[in-house]
């Protein structure tokens, strides 16, 4: 459940930069497996120039989510991100905890 | 994401209103969904879970992946009555994962001594009411046993549609209040959706255990209210 409606919400902070003409995309958690730190509906907001804020994972794949994310603002075609010990991908930024999540980013337009 | 959906989106939930992102993953199509609403493609049965559960996450079907992000609003409890009953809900409230608050326009009910940390305004509920209005996703527990303090919140609950109206007293109280809210304006319909006596039927006694029996009663009204096509 996604009980944030304040301000400080980054669905708010999304429409905001977007309302400040800024390229704008967005992460969105959608599966989990383990211990993943952040639930999943949780988000990340990212903008051209690689602002974020709010939280895939607590901080353990931010950065490759952000860098993701600028192609995302680029191409414009959503991406599906995996992240996790078990991942055997080129995407192995591993989640300290031992969990795994998977993480949809795509442009807000 | 659409941006007129993003907008759509925090629009509802400013205004509390229960919303779902369903977004298909294989072509990043997005959709709202609000209660009672069908969406094409979606079985009734996924989106009416996800609003009773609140839980977020992955519906596949027919090698369709659909993403749905649920955005239910903090439930809140609104209590009027400064009363024993009305403390012990004020400790246990939280950790069910309610907000809550209380009202009371007699100021020796409703000290601050006797509800530390607890949002309380000793106020007139008409009053308060006006500044903070009511809504689906507020609970309306009314305890006080006087119908000058009672009745216009448990009538502006009805009419806002609160998930959960609870009154106390005894079958003959209930009986006379009901001629009462008839008088105001209450449909029949309307005043059948009042639980009264108040909270589920645990045979509790005490204070503590009869605010467990109203609590187990919300959570109940909550967790399993109408949803479908057309509710």
Request: proline share 0%; hydrophobic share 35%.
């Given at each position: 459940m996604n009980d944030m409606a304040g301000l400080d919400d980054p669905l708010s902070i999304a429409e905001g930069w977007k309302a400040e003409g800024r390229d704008v995309a967005l992460a969105t958690v959608i599966e989990t497996w383990g211990s993943a730190p952040r639930p999943v509906g949780s988000h990340l907001v990212i903008d051209g120039e690689g602002n974020f804020h709010g939280s895939v994972s607590g901080g353990c794949v931010e950065g490759a989510v952000i860098t993701e994310a600028m192609d995302v603002i680029g191409s414009g075609s959503p991406r599906m991100l995996e992240f996790g010990v078990a991942d055997e991908t080129a995407?192995?930024?591993?989640?300290s905890c031992g969990g795994r999540i998977r993480v949809y980013v795509e442009k807000v337009a | 994401m659409r941006i007129e959906i993003l907008k759509q989106l925090n629009e509802a939930k400013r205004a509390r209103r229960a919303v779902i992102l369903v977004?298909?993953?294989?072509?990043?199509e997005d959709r709202l969904a609000f209660e009672g609403d069908t969406l094409p493609g979606l079985p009734a049965e996924a989106l009416t879970k996800a609003f009773l559960t609140g839980k977020s996450g992955l519906v596949e079907l027919d090698g369709w992946s659909f993403f749905l992000n649920v955005h239910v609003p903090p439930p809140k409890i609104v209590v009027i009555g400064a009363v024993h009953i009305s403390q012990a809900l004020a400790v246990m409230a939280p950790a069910a994962g309610f907000d809550l608050e209380i009202i009371d326009p007699r100021t020796a009910f409703a000290t601050p001594e006797r509800f530390a940390g607890v949002t309380l305004t000793a106020d007139w509920p008409e009053d308060v009411l006006k500044h903070r209005p009511l809504d689906a996703f507020t609970a309306l527990v009314a305890v006080t046993h006087d119908p000058k303090i009672d009745d216009y919140p448990l009538v502006s609950a009805l009419k806002t549609g609160c998930f959960y109206v609870g009154a106390l007293g005894s079958r003959k109280t209930h009986a006379k209040r009901i001629d009462r809210l008839k008088e105001a304006g209450c449909s029949d319909a309307q005043i059948a959706r009042i639980s009264a006596p108040i909270g589920l039927d645990i045979g509790a006694s005490s204070p503590g255990e009869i605010a467990v029996s109203i609590l187990a009663d919300i959570i109940q009204a909550l967790r399993k209210r109408p949803i479908g096509a057309g509710a």
């Open positions: 995407w192995r930024v591993g989640l | 977004t298909d993953i294989s072509n990043g």
